[in-house]
């Protein structure tokens, strides 16, 4: 009766595990075009994302500059010429994760696949490499929201990805990250102690080159800043038009309003003000 009562048990927690597990090593589905990567030990598992959110490039605003130049990168990299990795940084919710997504739209056609990574999975990159070198396709590694607290050493496995280390960086892997922080590991005053004898570092300009060196390894730096009205406008025309809703005088008035009760005006607030106007019936799009 116990054991029966135990393989009852063991078998309702298998069930829910295997809910939530990414599928077993050597199952991946080379036929979608993104993917998420899990840590598993050092190596992992790259889980298939069959649905994807991309969209066209046209639907994004105000980073008319960035696009150009993310997207010269990305077809020299798609044409087997040299690209670089890419950093971009700025303002929240100004477009940086979107410009990514929307390149899959963009390229996926010409073999660009994207594979999501996070920062607590950085750790067996190495493995992710090894096994996307084998692969004919062109592979962004997306890392959303980078950033390292003090002590954080996962850093050190996307250093080694991002210049080769000893062996040659993967030609057909590129990364691709964003963050809200030019350097992505946190440098503090009282680090400027250490030239005057006070926190025991002798060599304290050889420390804080060791923090801003994981930025200076991404070839390509690209910036973000915040929207002014009329950025933050044509970005609710553009989402609106993509609900196939007119963006008339009574919907700017309420994406102003939008924007005013948030104290936001962004990429972001936009797309959230036009789902929220999009959802709406007919008869309700009226302001309150």
Not at 71 to 91: C, D, H, I, S, W
Not at 216 to 231: A, E, T, V
Not at 249 to 265: N, P, V
Request: charged fraction near 25%; aromatic fraction near 10%; charge should be neutral.
């Amino acid at each position: 009766m116990k054991l029966s009562n135990f393989l009852k048990k063991a078998n309702s927690v298998l069930n829910r595990l295997d809910l939530i597990l990414p599928d077993e090593a050597g199952k991946t589905d080379w036929r979608v075009l993104a993917y998420r990567w899990h840590s598993v030990g050092k190596k992992g598992i790259l889980e298939s994302l069959p649905r994807p959110h991309t969209f066209p490039l046209s639907r994004l605003a105000a980073v008319g500059s960035q696009t150009d130049r993310l997207k010269r990168n990305t077809e020299q990299f798609l044409a087997g010429r040299p690209a670089n990795n890419v950093l971009m940084t700025g303002a929240r919710g100004t477009g940086k994760s979107s410009l990514v997504k929307a390149l899959l739209h963009e390229y996926a056609k010409r073999g660009l696949r994207l594979i999501e990574v996070d920062k607590s999975d950085l750790i067996s990159l190495p493995a992710l490499l090894t096994l996307l070198s084998e692969r004919p396709e062109k592979f962004i590694v997306f890392c959303d929201d980078l950033s390292f607290e003090t002590g954080d050493e996962t850093y050190k496995a996307l250093k080694t990805a991002l210049d080769g280390g000893l062996s040659q960086r993967c030609t057909n892997v590129l990364v691709y990250a964003t963050s809200n922080r030019r350097h992505l590991i946190p440098e503090y005053m009282d680090e400027n102690g250490g030239t005057t004898g006070t926190r025991g570092e002798i060599h304290q300009k050889e420390a804080v080159e060791e923090k801003i060196s994981l930025s200076d390894r991404f070839g390509l730096w690209l910036s973000f800043y915040p929207f002014d009205q009329n950025d933050y406008l044509t970005a609710v025309a553009n989402w609106l038009d993509d609900f196939n809703v007119p963006f008339d005088d009574t919907a700017r008035q309420a994406a102003l309003q939008w924007a005013q009760m948030r104290g936001s005006r962004s990429g972001r607030s936009a797309w959230q003000f036009a789902c929220d106007w999009a959802g709406r019936l007919p008869e309700e799009r009226v302001l309150d």
